[in-house]
């Protein structure tokens, strides 16, 4: 029987995602679930805690062979784990997430992190390299440094704020308050937004997809002004980390059409002179690659290492 050593838990703005590995680091149960819209701490937290007990019910043995959980958070915390900031659930802003869900399995070792940092920690072990900058690019820009192999700054110092780096001083207004963050101009909504203004009328993805493929100058603007402020931002990293290998992903980044090549292409145009331009490539791991990071963040902090993905 494979009994659970390992649970995973990936928080997201309006989904959650929980896994459970067994002792043969295969999956034995998993759920995604949709939060509640209102967003109130204590109601996301009950339906947390029914949906992690109904699924370790269903797995063989239960909770009690858990070495360790590991959690991937989308909100800025401070050391304690009270979250400063969330954009995507402002109403959790004070609210000491960390210690609530360490009550949820009391006694289970928890460990916690980013969740832009644990996809990084994932799609680093699954490209097999131990320097990469990944960067996730959906409703936002999130990601991470992988340096010799390790988180870096690494769990409890802070987290990589990739998409808080200013790429652009007359930029666009990001929603952390300042201007020009490669999350205001290289986003997807920030990418469709300009891709109607250049239009003159509403753009979808679906009609940001099929203007690239016709070969619409509105289209192909939009996405190449979020290209060139997403390489921007790789080749600012690449001056400090020196990754070998640079992974974009996310659902916007991996789902529209030439979007990785035209960031390569441009990191390759802003290489100064005498630097090697670091390879870029797509993400591998697809729209899970954080609940990944968090099963790799309870193997590697409780017990034994895991592969990703």
Known sequence: MDTPVYLGIDIGGTKVALRV??????????ETFRWAADGDPGADLDQLADRVRTLLRRSPGGAAGLR??????PAGCDAAGTVLTW??????VGHAVVPALRRILPGVPLMHADDGDLAALAEARAARCADVLYLGVGTGVGGGVVHEGRLWPGPGRGSCEIGHLVVDLSGPRCDCGRTGCVQGVASG??????????????????DLVAGLGAGRAWARAAVGTSATALAHAVVGVAELAHPDLVLVGGGFGTGVPGYVPAVAARVRQLTRPGARPVPVAPAALGG???LDGALLLAGETFGRALAAG
């Not at 590995?21 to 998993?30: F, K, M, P, T, Y």
């Not at 909504?189 to 679906?206: K, M, N």
Request: glycine share 18%.
């Open 189 to 206: 909504p920030a990418t469709l937004r300009r891709a109607a203004e250049l239009r003159g009328g509403p753009v979808g993805f679906a």
């Open 87 to 92: 954009p995507g659930r402002p109403a959790w």
């Open 21 to 30: 590995l067994g002792d043969s680091g295969e999956a034995v149960a998993e």
């Open 68 to 73: 360790g959980v590991g959690v991937a958070l």
């Open 288 to 290: 899970l690659s954080s």
